[in-house]
Structures are given as C-alpha cells and as structure tokens.
C-alpha cells in the first residue's frame, strides 16, 4: 500500500519543514526526500535541528557537507550545526568589540548572543547558502530543508537597521539577537533566499502539526506569521491521528487517545483549517532507516511490538519527589521545561500536595485563571494561586522600554528595536520580572512557580544586572530584592528545579540543552520529570505498545542526565479535578520493569 503524499504533489524546487518540536518534522522531511528520490529525482535534505539525528534517522554518517544517503539512489544529506553557527557567528561580533568596550558590557553581548534567536539567525545565515547558491540547484532537483525559518526570524533580517551595529548598544536587557552586522557579507544571498522562499513556484512550507491543541497553535502562528512575510504557499500535515485497534474491545487507554485527537482537530484555528491538509496515522516514534521511513510514509506499522513489557529505569514517583520538598522547607518550587510538556497540571499537583500536608503554599501561573481554577478543582485554605498574564506584563514591558531606550532612535532604529522586543525571548524576561516580584515569599511560603524563567534568560538579566550596577556605581545600591534574586534562585536549599519533558527524542534533547543553560547560570536541577509515559501506562493497543518500547531508549537517556527520575503514565482521563491531581503522585509499575 501506498499512501499519497499530497504535499510532494507537483513539488517545486524547495520544500521547507516546520512546526512544534516532536511533531515529527524529521521523520516527514525525511520520508519526503526519500520518496522524491525514489521518484527519480536529484535531492539534497538538509537538517538545521541543533539535537539533530539525521545520522542515526537514515543509518549515514552526515557532517557540513553533502553525502549520499544509504540505500536510497539520487538522496544526499548534510547537518548545519546551528550552534557552531552561532558560536562563528558571535566571533564575527564580539572579537572586534574586545579592548574597546568594558569587561561587562562584552559580557552581556555574549550572552544576549546565546538565546535561541540568535542561534535560529546563525542557522538561517548557513542555508540561506544553500538556497540563494544557483548551484545548489543545478546539482539537485529538490531541497528538502528539516526546519524553516520563523515569520520573526524574516521580519528582523528585512530591517535595514539589523544591518548595522544597533542592537550592540541596545542596553535594554531584554535583547537576546544582537549585533547583525557579522551578517553583511550575506545580505546579497539571504534577498536572493527570501525572494526563493516567496515564490510558490520555487518554494512550499509544509507546516507539520499533531493533533493537540497546542501543536495546532504553534502551526497556526508560524503560517500566519511567513504569509506576513509574503511566503503563501503553504501545506497542512496533520501527524500522528491515532485510531485504535477496532478488534480490541475493551481498551479505553486508546479509545482516551483516539478521541483527544479527534476533539483537537474539532478546535482547529479556523486560518489553519482552511490550508489545503493531509493527514498521516500514528505511527510510533525512532524510525530508523529507509525501508522504516517509507513503511512510515505509506502509514504502515514498521514493525510488531514484542510480547513483553517494557523495562522501564529505576525511577521515584511524584509523591516522593514532593515528600523531599516538604521536608527541604520553604522556598522556591520551579517546574521548567518546553510548552505542551504538561508543567502546569504538575505545578498544580505539587502545589496541592504540599497544601494537603498543612504547609502554606503559593502557586504562581501563566495558565489563564479559569483553567488553573479548573486544574486544581477545589480550593485549600492554605493554598494561594495568582496568575500573571504574559500578554499584559509584556505589553507594559514593552512600553517602558519604547519609552526608554526607544525615546531617542530614529525610525529606522525604532522599528529594529520594536521587532526586537517580538522576540520569545521578551515575554519570558517581561514574565520573569514578573515572578521575581514572587520568588520572595519563599522565605516563609513554598512558591511553586509554573513556567519559570530559563538558564539563558537569568544569565541575560545577570548581564544587564551588572551593567546597571556599573551604572548606579555612583548612585547607590540596587535594591536588596534585586541583588539577592539570582543567588536565592541559585541555592539549591532555596529552589528545587524540575525539568518537565516527555519521553521523546526531540522533548529530552530539549530539556538536556535546557540543563546545560541553567548550569551556566549555576542552577543545577534536582530532578527530570517523564511526563506521558506510555511505556508506564502498560497499553494495549499493538502501535501504542510499540510506542512503549520505543519509549525506553529515552527513559535511559533521561535517567543518565538527571540526578533524579521521575516517571508519570500517560493518562486516560486528562489531569484536570482535584481527584485526577492526586493521582499523578502515586505510579505501579508494570511487570517487567526494574
């Protein structure tokens, strides 16, 4: 059998993959390359994923330059390292800085220069390369590109300001793009990469989603955001809708599963729906191999799942990891990690289970009052709940530093600096300025803070911290609130963070790069949290099964990386109720496992 691929229908040249992390970009992008080179056609896939695994994914050792891929006749392949992108990138910035600008103020360029944007900018810089190179495409039919730049992304490098040095004297604090002028030897090649990616004849972003609800957000922005940018031709892939076994009776894990999907799909954002679509079956993750990603693409089952149980690592439960919480004392309750991990049901529950204990609590949130009301489903005297609106502390942020440090630009200056502040990177910090107004009561209080600040982000304020200081050096001293802050949050008796993921390639290499930024900012985790397992759920539905075994590669990866695991099974019923809370402490378990 095979399945049509409506997305590869009369492809043009260029074919960008983008959407959520682990929806399944490099399986699709991969399986696509695959096909169209079955078909007959040159094909060079490219891979900008900074965790990616595009080596082990088609059994080929990849680096920065072309190869052939194994088993598949017509296919090369090469991986951008977008980190070491970013690193040559910062070179060409801040080497001619060093022995003109201050110790300090170099510090806190490096470290606006280690955000995310920064590092997408870096990889834009190399395969704009590839596609503004007329001879890339004399050698390939089709490039297939695993991860396409965001509508953000295109916006700023547009501004003719992102060209000079502004940003480098942007003392914000909120900046995490810096200085664009190590870009100037490709503004030839990125108009040349810009026009490509606005033609429909030359170039088709396939948005790929799951159906979740928060999936189907990310993919709506991102299309709302590239036709902003007038890149229109855009295709729909929904991934994974999962249909149970109709010869299995009985099975409400997988009835649970098929009909979230369905339901998800029934709330699609009405701009996303009205995009042409094609739909994949759920197909387990770690498809490795060609021959696996064609029985992938054609929505075969790659393999029958063995008859044993998986063996899952040596882990601790929820229940446990809020008795140590409770007997640590007071302080601050961090859960961290990538959206649509599961961070506020669990920031609920911990909040719940230490309230249920008699200890004064205070649960701080981004989740919008009435759901968090919902979440925790009653109330306890001696539980506080406050939510802070990303939407309205970043609109006041941003309006203070218009204010401010946009008071004296020129126009071409202001609009830099105002798409600078559409950045991520200025909600989190317009968010943390927010918690930090919070992180006091922890003296007397457990604060559980619910989507907290990352590594990049403290260090960012690190930064801007002493550049204040060195400001105010003849002023007087900062307030003690501000100075003690990031030590508080530093003192592992203080602050207790939990790195939220699930058991997926793509969720855990994110949470790995997310520890290594906290460690940089000297904040050691306490513990990972493995949300949604399937293999802890004992299904039995054949591809949920195989799901469950496939699970446990990372299960051990996450094991290796945490000082300690905790392991929560995918729910049947959705962690909403104060009955459904409790139940994400306690975890049996299955058969077979150590």
Same mark, same amino acid.
């Given at each position: ?186 503004? /030839?090649?990125?108009?040349? !990469? ?6 429909? *004849?030359? @170039? +088709?972003?396939?948005?790929? $989603? %799951? #159906? ?45 599963? /098929?009909?979230?999907?369905? !339901? ?6 009405? *701009?996303? @729906? +009205?995009?042409?679509?094609? $739909? %994949? #079956? ?313």
């Amino acid at each position: 059998m095979t399945l049509p691929a409506r997305w590869l229908d009369d492809a043009p040249p260029i074919l960008l993959f983008t959407g959520k992390g682990g929806v399944g970009k490099t399986s699709l992008s991969c399986a696509s390359a695959i096909r169209l080179a079955d078909e007959g056609n040159r094909v060079l896939l490219v891979s900008t994923d900074p965790a990616s695994n595009l080596d082990e994914v088609l059994d080929t050792p990849l680096d920065g330059e072309p190869r052939p891929v194994t088993g598949v006749p017509g296919l090369e392949a090469l991986n951008i390292d977008p980190l070491k992108a970013a690193e040559r990138y910062r070179a060409r910035v801040v080497d001619p800085l060093r022995g003109v600008l201050p110790d300090e103020a170099l510090r806190n360029i490096e470290e606006q220069l280690s955000g995310a944007c920064t590092v997408e900018i870096a990889a834009f810089n190399e395969f704009t390369r590839l596609i503004g190179d007329p001879k890339t495409l004399e050698n390939h039919d089709h490039i297939v590109l695993d991860t396409a730049p965001t509508g953000h992304t295109l916006r700023l490098l547009a501004l003719p300001a992102a060209w000079d040095g502004f940003i480098a004297e942007n003392k914000t604090g909120s900046s995490c793009l810096g200085p664009l002028s190590g870009l100037k030897d490709q503004r /030839e090649i990125y108009a040349t !990469a810009v026009k490509a990616l606005q033609d429909p *004849d030359r @170039a +088709r972003i396939v948005l790929v $989603t %799951r #159906p979740e609800d928060g999936a189907l957000r990310e993919a709506d922005r991102a299309g709302r955001d590239l036709r902003a940018e007038g890149i229109s031709s855009q295709y729909l892939v929904v991934n994974g809708l999962f249909k149970a076994d109709p010869s299995i009776t009985d099975d409400p894990l997988a009835e649970t599963f /098929e009909s979230r999907g369905l !339901a998800s799909l029934d709330r699609m954002p009405t *701009d996303l @729906a +009205r995009l042409p679509r094609d $739909t %994949r #079956p759920y197909t387990p993750g770690g498809l490795l191999g060609a021959d696996s990603l064609r029985r992938f693409l054609n929505g075969e089952l790659p393999e029958p799942p063995p008859e044993n149980d998986p063996v899952l690592p040596v882990h601790d439960t929820l229940g446990t990891l809020v008795e140590q919480i409770a007997a640590g004392g007071p302080g601050v309750i961090m859960t961290m990690g990538k959206g649509g991990v599961g961070k506020t049901p669990l920031a609920a529950a911990i909040a719940r289970a230490l309230a249920l204990r008699g200890l004064p609590v205070h649960l701080s949130t981004t989740d919008p009052a009435a759901h968090i009301a919902q979440t925790l489903g009653e109330t306890l005297p001696n539980l506080e709940v406050d939510r802070i609106d990303p939407r309205d502390v970043t609109r006041k942020h941003i309006a203070q530093v218009l204010a401010t440090a946009g008071a004296n630009l020129d126009a071409e200056g202001r609009a830099l600096l105002e798409e600078e502040l559409r950045s991520p990177c200025t909600e989190e910090v317009a968010v943390f300025n927010a918690f930090a107004e919070t992180v006091a009561r922890g003296k007397d209080q457990y604060v559980v803070l619910d989507t907290a600040p990352t590594g990049h982000t403290l260090l960012l304020l690190d930064a801007s911290e002493a550049y204040h200081r060195e400001v105010l050096r003849d002023q007087g001293e900062l307030p003690e609130s501000v100075k003690t802050l990031l030590p508080k949050l530093r003192d592992p008796a203080f602050t207790r963070v939990l790195l939220v993921t699930l058991p997926e390639a793509t969720p855990v290499h994110e949470a790995e790069r997310l520890q290594e930024d906290l460690r940089r900012a000297d904040i050691e985790p306490k513990a990972w949290i493995l949300n949604q397992s399937l293999a802890g759920a004992a299904p039995v539905d054949p591809r949920l099964r195989l799901q469950a075994h496939r699970e446990t590669a990372f299960l051990e990866e996450a094991r290796g990386l945490s000082k300690q695991l905790v392991l929560i099974p995918w729910q049947a019923k959705e962690p909403v109720g104060a009955e459904a809370l409790d139940r994400l402490l306690t975890f049996t378990s299955p058969a077979g496992s150590s």
